[in-house]
């Protein structure tokens, strides 16, 4: 499975991304999508999941509210739609892939996602 995010970018506090992450290699449906973002010098953190059916969605309490994951199945894309963006958004943000019976236990830990992509940066000036 390959996946290919993109959209990140430079944007001033308060404005909005959306990043997408094309999926290729496998049926795109069998997989629950998440995305994960590090910043400098700190670790990888859960960010946003979405089941394989788009039905069940999870955030980070950090995002709730202001980020959105939505996924088109029919596309083999998974998106962030992040608006409000602040400084502390500022990180490269990795979208993953994983097949688990377990979504809802499993989709906050990096360790469950079996694939990966390159990662974008999201810069948030002040």
């Known amino acids: 499975v390959q996946l290919q995010a993109s959209g990140g970018g430079l944007v001033q506090a308060g404005g909005s991304l959306r990043l997408s992450c094309a999926v290729s290699?496998?049926?795109?449906?069998?997989?629950?999508m998440g995305w994960f973002r590090q910043a400098p010098g700190k670790e990888r953190e859960f960010v946003a999941a979405?089941?394989?059916?788009?039905?069940?969605?999870y955030y980070a309490d950090s995002v709730k509210g202001q980020f959105t994951i939505s996924r088109d199945n029919a596309k083999n894309t998974v998106y962030l739609q992040m608006n409000s963006l602040k400084p502390e958004d500022t990180a490269v943000y990795y979208c993953?892939?994983?097949?688990?019976?377990?979504?809802?236990?499993?989709?906050?830990?990096?360790?469950?996602?079996?694939?990966w992509g390159q990662g974008t940066q999201v810069t948030v000036s002040s």
């Open positions: 993953a892939a994983m097949q688990t019976d377990h979504f809802s236990g499993s989709y906050s830990r990096s360790y469950n996602y079996d694939y």
């Open positions: 290699g496998r049926t795109f449906s069998n997989y629950d």
């Open positions: 979405i089941s394989r059916s788009g039905i069940t969605t």
